[in-house]
């Protein structure tokens, strides 16, 4: 049993910050990445960030790169996502989502590479 919650997400002005936290509780071999996406109404779910298991690689989307920062605390089995100098379009449904297998190969923006997901939080970018 695997459990991803995400929390964090609110209503915000243009050009504020949030912060999203990702929480993993269960069989998470310590997932050895663990990333974003976002999905906005009548559109396709899109990666956001990725962070891999030290800490020290990270992908990000172009669309969000300079602006947010993902993290992980793996004492914690958790994930952040820090969002600065939001936009209206950054306006979504937020997920943090691991993948089904140890690893995959290739890069991680496809939604089908991951088992795991949370239930999603809401961020609104009012301008």
């Known amino acids: 049993q695997v459990q991803l919650v995400e929390s964090g997400g609110g209503l915000v002005q243009a050009g504020h910050s949030l912060r999203l936290s990702c929480a993993a509780s269960?069989?998470?071999?310590?997932?050895?990445?663990m990333s974003w996406f976002r999905q906005a109404p009548g559109k396709e779910r899109e990666f956001v960030a990725g962070?891999?298991?030290?800490?020290?690689?990270?992908v990000y989307a172009d669309s969000v790169k300079g602006r947010f920062t993902v993290s992980r605390d793996n004492a914690k089995n958790t994930v952040y996502l820090q969002m600065n100098s939001l936009k209206p379009e950054d306006t979504a449904v937020y997920y943090c989502?691991?993948?089904?297998?140890?690893?995959?190969?290739?890069?991680?923006?496809?939604?089908?590479?991951?088992?795991?997901w949370g239930q999603g939080t809401q961020v609104t970018v009012s301008s």
């Open positions: 269960g069989r998470t071999l310590s997932f050895y990445l």
């Open positions: 989502a691991a993948p089904s297998r140890l690893y995959i190969s290739g890069t991680p923006y496809h939604p089908t590479d991951y088992g795991y």
């Open positions: 962070i891999y298991r030290s800490g020290g690689t990270t």
